[in-house]
T-cell receptor, first 113, second 112 residues
Framework: DVKVTQSSRYLVKRTGEKVFLECVQDMDHENMFWYRQDPGLGLRLIYFSYDVKMKEKGDIPEGYSVSREKKERFSLILESASTNQTSMYLC????????????FGPGTRLTVL | GQQLNQSPQSMFIQEGEDVSMNCTSS?????WLWYKQDPGEGPVLLIALYKAGELTSNGRLTAQFGITRKDSFLNISASIPSDVGIYFC????????????FGKGTTLSVSS
């Protein structure tokens, strides 16, 4: 079974704080993704990575950065959290061997006060 | 950009009823995926479709990859209360590469 885990289920941070969201997958997948999900807007792609140290901007990268130092781990960084970054953050992974079918983690509900 | 139209937006049904939802696209997809998301959880993959015309079942769920490659449907037979949740379609095209295009979701409510 594919397993994607995220470091926190719930997180509360203050405006201006630096926030790290961690994602780990145990299936040796090449591709990893970060989405945010907001009511009425669906899932929106923030960044993705198709290899270690590689990253590509998604649809809404502003205010975010990512890091992929190891194949199994993909981190999302909010350099200076703002209230409009309050959202559900979802990590996913996929492999070309599995037709790039994406498998999701349980999500992190981030609240920025 | 590419868009997926998913309908209906929401459904309210009685336990035991069958359910049907669909997604359409203006462009061709190589892969169609259906996910279910429970409140506060991440989406869980239900069915993956990789060939035009493919019909695949997973228990009471059946999904089809449209022959035009621009649509897909998901049917749930004999619904039960635990079917409640949000169902998302997602498509993958050559243009988008490894990224998925998601529908906005169908919220299913089941009353017993």
């Amino acid at each position: 079974d594919v397993k994607v885990t995220q470091s926190s289920r719930y997180l509360v941070k203050r405006t201006g704080e630096k926030v790290f969201l961690e994602c780990v997958q145990d299936m040796d997948h090449e591709n990893m993704f970060w989405y945010r999900q907001d009511p009425g807007l669906g899932l929106r792609l923030i960044y993705f990575s198709y290899d270690v140290k590689m990253k590509e901007k998604g649809d809404i990268p502003e205010g975010y950065s990512v890091s992929r130092e190891k194949k199994e781990r993909f981190s999302l960084i909010l350099e200076s959290a703002s209230t409009n970054q309050t959202s559900m953050y979802l990590c996913a992974s996929s492999s070309p061997i599995l037709a790039n079918t994406q498998y999701f983690g349980p999500g992190t509900r981030l609240t920025v006060l | 950009g590419q868009q997926l139209n998913q309908s209906p937006q929401s459904m309210f049904i009685q336990e035991g009823e069958d359910v049907s939802m669909n997604c359409t696209s203006s462009s061709i997809f190589n892969t169609w995926l259906w996910y279910k998301q429970d409140p506060g959880e991440g989406p869980v993959l239900l069915i993956a479709l990789y060939k035009a015309g493919e019909l695949t079942s997973n228990g009471r769920l059946t999904a089809q990859f449209g022959i035009t490659r621009k649509d897909s449907f998901l049917n749930i037979s004999a619904s039960i209360p635990s079917d409640v949740g949000i169902y998302f379609c997602a498509g993958q095209s050559r243009q988008a590469g490894t990224a998925l295009i998601f529908g906005k979701g169908t919220t299913l409510s089941v009353s017993s």
